[in-house]
């Protein structure tokens, strides 16, 4: 709520977000959208915990993020957040198995039970045969779900994703949206970033960006097809 | 998975530069046990050869009465005294808390005996201690073996006019000479030398001895404590060390000892800023993938831990390599700088206990800053995506 995030690039302050505030409802997918600089992923990073706003709170769960320490704000994050990256982000030394267990790796849990979470999910993203290979022997959709799989891994209630699918076919792109999309019916929160107009017909809401301010938050679209229907044109959803 | 696994694949992706790091670490390592190894060899020689410097501290009983002398030292009168040494005190140097460095004890009986109607000294030994006490004797002849053999001093060949073999009597018993000592310009050469038992059994003082010869054998041990633990084990005696015999040599070898702290204080100096240099540059280059780490909910101590796990499996692995190099190395170079270093390479597991211990702290405090600088990464810069 009240968002600021202000940049100092040495001779200027940048005004990166400029007092931004609205809600997002547990199980809802949200996108947000808008052209390059205009804030998008400076906002899923105060969305995230990662990076201090200049004003303005972010609450999850009656939780004020951005009030606790700085060790107690990373249990946040592991705890209530899954992320996935536009890259990927696998750590290119550790398997498959091993890249999804990391989100687990300073947890208290056996070592049986990280592996036993680990292969359930990497079956979930139909990966199961691949979970000893490196992430440079597989697809970039393949890795992309490696990236869904850790992401999901200790069941966080809130998945942002940046970009999921800037470095992915269309073909894959749409496998990985209905994946995401997929998650919400089990209770997950999806919040994307993303330029492409295409991955609108899957969301529930938008909230459009412009200059670092919020110029929409809705999402026109026919009111009786299911948000993970990819029948749809895209044409068909403005944001 | 858990953070030690983290720690150890990332070493296996980086082979070249964790190689490089080792042998850097190590080569300072193997310096360092190089000059300690090269260090205590020489040590180690010099004690030996501080022997052939003869005793270092004499034992004589406590007397105001003073009516001989021996090797310049004053050596109480033989009935005189008012206090005496006896044989038995020899076991009570030998249990002195600094035993181990007590290499020779040499007891003598001192006492004038006519042979051949000539006044002679005669002073009864152990042959085996004085033997190896009196590194430079050279003996015509050789050591006695029996107990009525003796040596006698080249004065006292010419006095006598005695051969080897020739036989002579002292209070009517009778001896052979088994060797004939080589002039050696001192009081020796004037001197019949008989075993101890003997003697104090001829002159009628069972046990007794006049003055006890003390080699200690330690080329920087405290002899004032060596002579001041001596004194409080025999109350009777009066214990002087002559120090002037080895002190020349200790200083020169204690310069060499300060010089090879001094080579390893800068190689450990430069060994630091490699690990340093070496860890800085590997926390920049994963700054991305830190970035995630701290994303996912690591918290800033997990960081910390991930580095210095990798430093600790480094330094380890570096200082086990050192050590070995460094023992090899010794092997070489110690034998160029002393006559006697064949043991010098020896296992030696305090040495290597010290090396892995030097390599790890050098590997963990130089990985500290680099360590610290990756935790307080700030996770946004760190990913830049976002």
């Not at chain 1, 696998?90 to 592996?115: D, F, Q």
């Not at chain 2, 060994?271 to 994303?295: H, P, W």
């Not at chain 2, 990798?310 to 002393?338: C, D, M, N, R």
Request: with cysteine.
């Amino acid at each position: 709520m009240n968002l600021h995030k202000v940049y100092n690039t040495g001779r200027e302050r940048v005004h990166a977000l400029g007092g931004i505030s609205f809600e997002i409802s547990q199980g809802e997918f949200i996108a947000i959208i808008g052209p390059s600089g205009s804030g998008k992923s400076t906002l899923l990073a105060l969305l995230g915990g990662l990076s201090h706003p200049a004003e303005g709170k972010v609450i999850v769960d009656e939780i004020d993020v951005y009030s606790l320490p700085v060790e107690r704000l990373a249990d946040f994050r592991r705890e209530y957040l899954g992320f996935v990256f536009q890259s990927f982000q696998l750590i290119p030394y550790l398997t498959i198995i091993e890249n999804v267990m990391l989100p687990l790796a300073v947890s208290s849990l056996s070592r049986g039970e990280k592996r036993g979470m680990a292969r359930e999910i990497i079956e979930k993203v139909g990966l199961r045969s691949k979970e000893l290979r490196l992430p440079d022997e597989l697809s970039g959709g393949e890795q992309q779900r490696v990236a869904i799989a850790r992401a999901l891994v200790n069941q966080p209630p809130i998945v942002l994703a940046d970009e999921p699918t800037g470095n992915l076919d269309s073909a894959t792109s749409e496998e990985i949206m209905e994946l995401l999309g997929s998650l919400t019916a089990r209770g997950h929160t999806i919040v994307i970033v993303t330029h492409n107009p295409e991955n609108l017909k899957y969301v529930r809401r938008c909230i459009r960006l412009r200059d670092g301010t919020v110029r929409k938050s809705d999402l026109t679209r026919p009111t009786n097809v299911a948000a993970s229907s990819v029948a749809e044109r895209s044409s068909d959803y403005v944001c | 998975m858990n953070l030690y696994n983290i720690s150890f694949n990332n070493l296996r992706r980086r082979k070249a530069k964790m190689v490089f790091l080792v042998l850097g670490l190590a080569i300072a390592i193997s310096t360092v046990v190089t000059l300690i190894t090269v260090s205590r060899a020489m040590n180690a020689e010099i004690a030996t050869s501080l022997d052939e410097y003869g005793a270092n501290i004499v034992i004589v009983p406590k007397s105001d009465d003073l009516s001989l002398t021996y090797g310049g030292m004053a050596v109480s009168g033989i009935s005189l005294g008012a206090h005496k040494i006896y044989e038995k005190d020899t076991e009570g140097i030998r249990s002195i808390k600094n035993a181990d460095n007590i290499k020779i004890v040499a007891p003598k009986l001192l006492n004038a005996a006519a042979i051949l109607q000539r006044n002679v000294l005669v002073v009864g030994v152990r042959f085996s201690d004085e033997l190896a006490l009196k590194k430079w004797w050279r003996l015509a002849g050789g050591r006695p073996t029996e107990k009525h053999e003796a040596i006698i001093g080249s004065e006292v060949q010419e006095k006598l006019q005695l051969g080897l073999r020739q036989s002579f009597e002292i209070e009517g018993e009778r001896f052979v000479v088994a060797a004939i000592l080589e002039p050696t310009g001192s009081q020796d050469d004037g001197i019949v030398f008989i075993d101890l038992k003997e003697a104090q059994r001829i002159f009628g003082k069972p046990g007794e001895l006049s003055l006890i010869e003390v080699a200690a054998l330690c080329y920087d041990c405290p002899i004032e404590e060596i002579v001041r633990q001596t004194s409080e084990k025999l109350p009777e005696a009066r214990v002087m060390a002559i120090r002037q015999t080895i002190e020349s040599k200790m200083e020169a070898m204690h310069r060499f000892e300060h010089f090879s702290y001094g080579i390893s204080a800068v190689v450990v100096l430069v060994a630091a800023l490699i690990v340093v240099t070496n860890m800085m540059s590997s926390v920049n280059e994963r700054t991305r993938e830190i970035g995630v780490f701290r994303a996912i909910g690591f918290r800033q101590k997990h960081i910390m831990k991930i580095i210095l796990i990798e430093a600790f499996l480094v330094s380890f692995v570096a200082g086990l390599a050192g050590y070995i190099i460094g023992l090899g190395v010794s092997k070489i170079v110690t034998p160029l700088l002393t006559t006697n270093g064949s043991d010098a390479s020896m296992m030696n597991p305090t040495l290597l206990g010290f090396s892995l211990a030097l390599a790890v702290f050098i590997g963990l405090a130089s990985s500290i800053y680099p360590a610290l600088k990756a935790a307080r990464l700030d996770p946004t810069v760190a990913l830049k995506a976002l």
